[in-house]
C-alpha cells in the first residue's frame, strides 16, 4: 500500500475552505443588518409655548386727566356785576372772564380793597372770607365766566371818628392764589382806619346774574 504525503500548505489551505463554507458558518445573505432610527419626542416632551408676558401694574398707562392750571391775572378780565343793595350795605358781583385760549381753574376767595388816586392805592382794611361759602375748584373754559359776591358796608354805619371816611374809586382784587391785582371801576366811600367794611365769598361758576 502506497500512503500519500500531501504537503502541509495544502492541508491548511483545504480546511480553511472547508471552515468557510461548512454548516457551522451563516451566509452573508442571513446576516442581519442593525439600522437605528431616531424617534421624535413625544408631545408630552416638547416644550410647552411661551405663556403670554403680562404687564406689571406699575407699567401700565395711567389715563388720568390732570386739572386745568390756575388762571393767571394777565389773563383774566375783571367787571362789575349784578349789584343790589341791602340794610346797611350792598351786595356786589365780581365776575371773572377767562381771556386765554385754553381752560384755567379758580379756586378760593379773591382778596378785594377799595382803592383811590393814581396810581391805584388802598383805602382801609382788605377784605376778609365770608365762612359761609366753602372753597370749590372752578373750571374756566376759553370765555368762560366765574364770579365772587361782595358785601359793602355802608361807611356811614360806623362813626366818622374810627371810620375817617374817604371817596373810593376802583376796586382792587386779586384773584384766588395770585398776587397781581385787577383794578375795576367802582364809585363808593371807604375807612382809612381799622374798621373793616368788606367781606367777600368764594368764588362761583358764572356771572351770578
Excluded at 409655548?49 to 403680562?54: D, G, I, L, Q, Y
Excluded at 390732570?66 to 356786589?92: D, E, F, H, K, W
Aim: aromatic fraction near 4%; charge should be neutral.
Amino acid at each position: 500500500m502506497i500512503r500519500r504525503t500531501f504537503p502541509a500548505a495544502i492541508l491548511v489551505a483545504t480546511g480553511l475552505a472547508l471552515t468557510a463554507c461548512g454548516g457551522g458558518g451563516t451566509p452573508a445573505s442571513q446576516q442581519t443588518s442593525t439600522v437605528t432610527v431616531t424617534a421624535p419626542p413625544s408631545p408630552s416632551a416638547t416644550t410647552a409655548p411661551p405663556a403670554a408676558a403680562t404687564t406689571p401694574a406699575a407699567q401700565q398707562t395711567s389715563h388720568t386727566t390732570a386739572a386745568a392750571p390756575a388762571c393767571l391775572t394777565r389773563y383774566l378780565n375783571g367787571t362789575i356785576g349784578l349789584s343790589q343793595g341791602t340794610a346797611g350795605a350792598v351786595m356786589v358781583n365780581i365776575v371773572f372772564k377767562n381771556l386765554n385760549n385754553v381752560p384755567c381753574t379758580l379756586y378760593g376767595f379773591p382778596g378785594v380793597a377799595l382803592a383811590a388816586g393814581t396810581p391805584v392805592t388802598d383805602v382801609g382794611q382788605p377784605s376778609s372770607e365770608n365762612p359761609t361759602t366753602a372753597r370749590e375748584l372752578v373750571t374756566l373754559a376759553p370765555g368762560g365766566y366765574a364770579f365772587a359776591t361782595l358785601q359793602v358796608e355802608n361807611a356811614g354805619n360806623f362813626d366818622a371818628s374810627s371810620c375817617n371816611p374817604v371817596p373810593t374809586t376802583w376796586l382792587e382784587v386779586i384773584p384766588p392764589n395770585q398776587v397781581v391785582p385787577l383794578n375795576i371801576p367802582y364809585t363808593s366811600t371807604g375807612c382809612q382806619g381799622s374798621t373793616k367794611l368788606l367781606t367777600v365769598t368764594a368764588v362761583r361758576p358764572g356771572t351770578g346774574g
